[in-house]
C-alpha cells in the first residue's frame, strides 16, 4: 500500500508534556497538509509545505505547535506543552501540485491524541 | 474568505432510498469544491470534485453532485441508498490562490436503516 501513513495512531499524553506525531507522504507527492479534527467537527486547516517549505500557517496553530518536513519528504507535528484542549484527531495530507488546478489531496488514517 | 454550510447534521434514510445531503458555499473566488466520506476512526475518502467544466460531477460508489453557481451549492445525491454508505459525509470547498487548502463543513452523519 502506498497510501498516506500516520504514526502513532494513538496517543495518550499528561497535560504538560510534549509530543510528536509523524507523517509520510505518497511518494511523489509535493505538497503536505496538517488539519485538526475535534468531534464533531469538519477538520480544520492548520499548515501546510510545499517540498521543504512550510507556506501557510493558520492563526489555530499556536506557537507551541511546530511543523517541519526535512528534505521534503516526511512531515512532523510538534506540540509542546500539550493542553487539554489539544486532544483532537490529527490528519496528514498530500497531494501532487501540478499549477493547473486544484489536485486531489489524500488523506492519512490520522493520529488521535488525548491529553489527560 | 471561504466557507462551507452543511445543512442537516444528522440525515436517516432507508435503504434504497434516494440520498440527499445538502452543501452550501461562500467563495469570492471561483471555488473547487469536493466530498469526502469518513468513515468510524478511519482517514478521508475523496468521492468527488469539482474544479472546472461539466457542472454535474459523478463520484465513486454511484455518487454525484451537481455545481449550481447561482444557488451556490453543491449538493449530493445518491439514488439508492446502501447500508454501506453509512458514514460521516463532509463538503469542502478550495481556491486557485489559497495554497490548495480545504475548509471543511461540519459534516452530516449520514445513517441507512434496513
Known amino acids: 500500500d502506498t497510501g498516506v501513513s500516520q504514526n502513532p495512531r494513538h496517543k495518550i499524553t499528561k497535560r504538560g508534556q510534549n509530543v510528536t506525531f509523524r507523517c509520510d507522504p505518497i511518494?511523489?507527492?509535493?505538497?503536505l497538509y496538517w488539519y485538526r479534527q475535534t468531534l464533531g467537527q469538519g477538520p480544520e486547516f492548520l499548515t501546510y509545505?510545499?517540498?521543504?517549505?512550510?507556506?501557510?500557517k493558520s492563526r489555530l496553530l499556536s506557537d507551541r505547535f511546530s511543523a517541519e518536513r526535512p528534505k521534503g519528504s516526511f512531515s512532523t507535528l510538534e506540540i509542546q506543552r500539550t493542553e487539554q484542549g489539544d486532544s483532537a484527531m490529527y490528519l496528514c495530507?498530500?497531494?501532487?501540485?501540478?499549477?493547473?488546478?486544484?489536485?486531489?489531496?489524500?488523506f492519512g488514517p490520522g493520529t488521535r491524541l488525548l491529553v489527560l | 474568505a471561504q466557507s462551507v454550510t452543511q445543512l442537516g447534521s444528522h440525515v436517516s434514510v432507508s435503504e434504497g432510498a434516494l440520498v440527499l445531503l445538502r452543501c452550501n458555499y461562500s467563495?469570492?473566488?471561483?471555488?473547487?469544491l469536493f466530498w469526502y466520506v469518513q468513515y468510524p476512526n478511519q482517514g478521508l475518502q475523496l468521492l468527488l470534485k469539482?474544479?472546472?467544466?461539466?457542472?454535474l460531477v459523478k463520484g465513486i460508489n454511484g455518487f454525484e453532485a451537481e455545481f449550481k453557481k447561482s444557488e451556490t451549492s453543491f449538493h449530493l445525491t445518491k439514488p439508492s441508498a446502501h447500508m454501506s454508505d453509512a458514514a460521516e459525509y463532509f463538503c469542502?470547498?478550495?481556491?486557485?490562490?489559497?495554497?490548495?487548502?480545504?475548509?471543511f463543513g461540519q459534516g452530516t452523519e449520514l445513517s441507512v436503516k434496513p
Open positions: 495530507a498530500s497531494s501532487l501540485d501540478r499549477a493547473r488546478y486544484q489536485e486531489t489531496q489524500y
Open positions: 511518494s511523489e507527492h509535493n505538497r
Open positions: 469539482y474544479t472546472t467544466g461539466a457542472t
Open positions: 469542502a470547498v478550495s481556491a486557485y490562490n489559497q495554497g490548495g487548502k480545504l475548509i
Open positions: 509545505f510545499q517540498n521543504e517549505a512550510q507556506l501557510e
Open positions: 467563495s469570492s473566488v471561483p471555488p473547487y
